[in-house]
């Protein structure tokens, strides 16, 4: 027997509706390339997405058609999320931090009809769009008069010109819920860039699972802040987020520095924000450097990388600010985890507390979680034992978009995706990464956690950046090594950082040796590249191996 509920599709034009009736007057606050602020509202964004869903239909777009967006967080990238999907097309989110080679391979696997792009990208698309033969329309996104005359690129409009003739009301059309909303290409950290395409019910889904309370925590209340691109998982879900709870968007545009960031935070009374740990590296070198202080922000959302607990300590200490260290992929939304305390641990000293917040934290509901020794036996939830961490739910992606499809299946016959991450479970639920599989040192048949062995060189008041990796032993097999970035104008030593580790760590697991190095190579989310670190460090060899 069924239930006798309406039956509604959950799509992303049902949160558009919901913001525009419901929170129509709330704040979109944009920090643009052209370098003013802009300010406008959810009531204006809905009626300009409706207008660029008409340059769309005008353009001959058929459903499913791939709409390209090369741009900073801001609102025009948002109109373009609410329109290209709304509309029933796919909003495919490229990475300009990508190779131009590795770009121009992305759009070609993807078919992507449209490209639009912020004017910072002009050079970037002179030299790829020769080898983008499925693009059909180029749109910058600036006013008419911002055009270069002499672009050389066939057919390029201005943004504003392209959707600015048209009406603001658009029926929204009604989908299938299953249907193909975004597409996000990985990184390319492990291989080819491989592309997850998510579906309007996973990306509602999502939105509700990121704004719980023990989660992301969003509420009208909120000025937040997505410091995470929009190029790198949609910031996480948040402007899906921001339409569903009303919460006041400030965007940071190009300037990703700490100095403008934090300058836009105050004057905007930002409560919360989210990025990568080297983005709020950068923005605590700034704050703490210039005696500044937080008016107005209670936590930050800090993932994609593991967050060195020292950094989680002196967002609390010093500036009363809560870390919510959370886990995630493109092929998982990206959302799994967040780390929030329960309330048995309120009690406890805050050492033992920050032991828990280190962790990344308990799966959404949505989300479950498990993991698996190399016999694909699943391991216990002991905070011990590690083994490869597995998800499954409706926000984690199934199979590759026009690729494998990997996902392994238990004996209840549910698919399960594997992360290629090794992680512990503790009892009460709080996963904890060691590592990627494929970055687990291996020494004289133990397993050495990089992540462990950074974090303690992170504690060191002299480091600004580590990044732990396994070197060839004849005995050991592998022995792990630190490169170290020293803070500008800090002394250590080799010998100094080493018996930094006496007693942090079993003797067994502190490094081989430190090696210091003017910069740690990062990839194109802000994510140390291990890959490339190797092949700088190709020639080095072990003291005495
Ligand atoms: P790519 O795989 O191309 O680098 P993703 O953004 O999908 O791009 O990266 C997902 C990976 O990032 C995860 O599998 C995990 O290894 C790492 N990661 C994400 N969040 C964290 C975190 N909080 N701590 C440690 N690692 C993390």
């Not at 006798?4 to 606050?29: K, T």
């Not at 992929?329 to 309120?346: A, I, Q, W």
């Amino acid at each position: 027997m069924l239930g006798q509920m309406q039956s509604q599709p959950l799509l992303i034009s049902m949160l558009m509706d919901f913001a525009e009736r419901h929170h129509g007057d709330g704040e979109i606050v944009s920090r643009r390339v052209e370098g003013d602020v802009h300010r406008y509202t959810y009531r204006d964004l809905a009626g300009r997405a409706k207008q660029l869903a008409h340059a769309l239909d005008g353009a001959g777009l058929a459903q499913g058609d791939r709409v390209a967006t090369l741009a900073w967080n801001g609102y025009r990238h948002m109109e373009l999320y609410f329109g290209v999907a709304g509309s029933g097309r796919v909003v495919h989110t490229l990475n300009p931090r990508l190779h131009p080679e590795q770009l121009a391979w992305i759009v070609n696997h993807a078919e992507d009809r449209v490209l639009c792009f912020d004017m910072t990208f002009l050079p970037l698309i002179q030299a790829v769009h020769g080898n983008c033969p499925t693009v059909k329309q180029w749109v910058a996104l600036c006013d008419a008069d911002k055009l270069p005359a002499d672009s050389g690129i066939p057919g390029l409009v201005s943004y504003e010109a392209w959707i600015g003739g048209h009406s603001s009301q658009y029926i929204w059309p009604q989908l299938d819920e299953n249907t193909a909303a975004g597409l996000c290409y990985t990184s390319g950290t492990t291989g080819n860039p491989k592309g997850a395409l998510y579906s309007h019910r996973s990306t509602v889904l999502h939105a509700y699972g990121g704004a719980l309370p023990d989660a992301m925590g969003l509420s009208a209340r909120d000025s937040m802040m997505p410091v995470v691109p929009m190029f790198h998982v949609n910031a996480w879900g948040l402007p899906y987020g921001a339409t569903l709870t009303g919460c006041k968007v400030v965007f940071p545009g190009p300037a990703m520095d700490g100095k403008s960031i934090y300058e836009l935070m105050e004057s905007e009374g930002v409560t919360m924000a989210a990025g990568v740990p080297t983005i709020w590296q950068m923005l605590l070198s700034h704050v703490q450097g210039n005696k500044l202080k937080f008016s107005a922000l209670t936590r930050t959302v800090i993932g994609g990388s593991a967050c060195p607990p020292a950094m989680i300590d002196t967002f609390r200490e010093e500036f009363g600010v809560d870390v919510l260290h959370a886990w995630g992929m493109t092929e998982t939304s990206p959302l799994g985890t967040v780390c929030t305390l329960k309330n048995k641990h309120l009690a406890l000293p805050r050492e033992e507390q920050l032991q828990i917040r280190l962790k990344q934290g308990r799966a959404i509901f949505g989300v479950d979680m498990r993991i698996v020794g190399d016999d694909g036996q699943e391991q216990p939830w002991d905070g011990k034992t590690f083994g490869d961490l597995q998800v499954r739910g409706p926000w984690i992606m199934q199979s590759y978009f026009k690729g494998s499809d990997p996902s392994v299946k238990d004996a209840a016959g549910h698919d399960w995706f594997p992360t290629g991450d090794v992680a512990t479970i503790d009892a009460d639920g709080f996963m904890h990464i060691t590592d990627r599989t494929k970055d687990v040192i291996k020494s004289g048949g133990e397993w050495i956690s990089s992540i462990d062995i950074e974090n303690i060189a992170m504690a060191h008041p002299a480091v600004a950046m580590a990044a732990c990796i396994g070197m060839p032993h004849p005995k050991w097999d592998e022995r792990p090594i630190v490169a170290v970035v020293k803070k500008p104008g800090a002394e250590l030593t080799r010998e100094e950082l080493l018996a930094f580790y006496e007693g942090k760590t079993a003797k067994w697991q502190i490094p081989d040796d430190v090696v210091f190095v003017d910069a740690i190579p990062l990839g194109a989310t802000g994510k140390m590249l291990k890959t490339r670190l190797r092949e700088l460090l190709k020639d080095y060899r072990l003291p005495g191996a």
